[in-house]
């Protein structure tokens, strides 16, 4: 089948600590995108990619990093200098041409305490 | 950039009952609008889609009305029921490659039987 993998479903970390959560598609979308879910507001992205090797950032990518070495993945790093962390990440890819329907994996919910 | 604003944030309805979802956007290039479902713990899924040559787009019991003029858009879901109570996001974007979607900030649905 087809689809997003995202892991681990559930992440912990203590502040301070950066933390790389997992995205990869066998979709064969050349785009990629991570958005971040907290109740109330809504998903916002983060950064994006339409190609490998190459990323943009998206509205609120301060504190975050991507890489994109691989069509087929786009890890995310938090780091320590994201000041709220916890939320849960939501990866998505899509056709690389605009106004295509994203496709979303299930998410990880990261906890920092 | 583009701004979404969604009402209402949380909808209650019988059984049976009609429910409307409304969006607003703030960027007039923008010409594909999408709508997602979530349910608790998952991934948003694309239930509908809806590009500018077109005010309105029916599949089922959901329907989707774009008014480009006013800037408006509306999710309609007749004959609601309680497997349709899930929280329901709309979106925006432009359809030019290297565009990423907006999302509003969601709508709660509660179908009680």
């Known amino acids: 089948d087809g689809g997003i993998t995202q892991s681990p479903k559930y992440l912990f970390r203590k502040e301070g600590q950066n933390v790389t959560l997992s995205c990869e598609q066998n979709?064969?979308?050349?785009?990629m995108y991570w958005y971040r879910q907290d109740p109330g507001q809504g998903l916002r992205l983060i950064y994006y990619?339409?190609?490998?090797?190459?990323?943009q950032k998206g509205d609120i990518a301060e504190g975050y990093s991507v890489s994109r070495e691989k069509k087929e993945s786009f890890p995310l790093t938090v780091t320590s200098a994201q000041k709220n962390p916890t939320a849960f990440y939501l990866c998505?890819?899509?056709?690389?041409?605009?106004?295509?329907?994203?496709?979303f994996g299930n998410g990880t919910r990261l906890t920092v305490t | 950039g583009e701004n979404v604003e969604q009402h209402p944030s949380t909808l209650s309805v019988q059984e049976g009952d009609s429910a409307v979802i409304k969006c607003t956007y703030s960027?007039?290039?923008?010409?594909?609008f999408p709508w997602y479902k979530q349910e608790l713990g998952k991934g948003p899924q694309l239930i509908i889609d809806i590009r500018s040559n077109v005010g309105e787009k029916k599949d089922q019991r959901i329907a989707v009305t774009l008014n480009k003029t006013a800037k408006h858009f509306s999710l309609h879901i007749t004959e609601t029921q309680p497997e349709d109570s899930a929280v329901y996001f709309c979106a925006a974007s432009k359809t030019q490659a290297g565009t990423a979607l907006i999302f509003g900030k969601g709508t709660t649905l509660s179908v009680s039987s």
């Open positions: 960027d007039s290039a923008s010409n594909y």
């Open positions: 990619s339409q190609i490998v090797n190459d990323f």
């Open positions: 979709l064969n979308h050349d785009a």
């Open positions: 998505a890819s899509s056709v690389a041409r605009g106004g295509s329907p994203l496709h």
